[in-house]
Each structure stands twice: as C-alpha cells, then as structure tokens.
C-alpha cells in the first residue's frame, strides 16, 4: 500500500533517518549508508533526467 501512494523524497526521508538510526546501534551499517546515499543521489539524477525528457517535449 506504501507504495501505490508513493512520494519519492519522503522514501528517501524515510530511508536516511532509519539508517541515522539504526547506525547508532550497529556501526558495521556505516559502509551500506554510504553506499545508500549513493545510490539515492544516483536515483534522484535520474528520475530529475526523466521528469525532463518526459515532461518538456510535452511542454
């Protein structure tokens, strides 16, 4: 259901504030957070570079 009404940068919200949390219980997560971050700023590139090519040929 969470993701029928999906809302991309509170996804990304949500995954930096559990892994903030969860970093605070196991240290070993830090190299995945980073490796998160990484792909979230990937992520976020591309769908930027899809809301261009989709919405301004419209426009």
């Known amino acids: ?3 029928l009404n999906f809302d ?3 996804f990304i919200l ?3 504030v559990l892994f903030i949390f ?3 219980f196991n ?3 830090t ?3 980073v490796f998160s971050d990484f ?3 990937l992520m976020s590139k591309i769908a930027i570079l899809m ?3 989709i919405i301004l040929p419209m426009g």
């Open 8 to 10: 991309y940068f509170k």
């Open 39 to 41: 792909m979230a700023v």
């Open 27 to 29: 240290p070993i997560l």
């Open 14 to 16: 949500d995954l930096r």
């Open 51 to 53: 809301i261009f090519i």
């Open 1 to 3: 259901m969470y993701f």
């Open 31 to 33: 190299a995945y957070n």
């Open 22 to 24: 969860l970093n605070c």
